[in-house]
């Protein structure tokens, strides 16, 4: 069964976005941190280096700008998908697999 997305709404996928963004921005802190520690212990006294606090803005400046750029990004789909009609995918149905609740119980 053929379906057309012609709509996302752009407040949730700004939402959905700022939590992958912000993950993703642990995750990038987490690399980063070896890397931080080894240029702080490398640099000298007058070079400025990146605190500690950067690993803990990351994620969030991560997670402020995903969700722009899904508000953006949705509202912008919702617009070209007013002329070109939208992603088409397929769906099918999947059965579900008999459950024996009797059998469990025991």
Known sequence: MKKQLTYVAPLKA?????V??????IIGAV???PFLLLARAAAEASVA???PGWLFLMPVGYGILGFIVGI???ALYNLV?????GIEFELK???VP?????????
């Open 93 to 95: 149905d999947v059965p």
């Open 31 to 33: 690399i980063a941190l």
């Open 49 to 51: 280096t990146f605190g």
């Open 98 to 106: 008999p459950t024996n609740y009797a059998a469990s119980a025991s």
């Open 72 to 74: 953006i990004a949705a």
């Open 81 to 85: 998908a007013k002329f070109t009609g």
């Open 20 to 25: 992958l963004y912000f993950v993703g921005g």
């Open 14 to 18: 700004g939402i959905v976005l700022a």
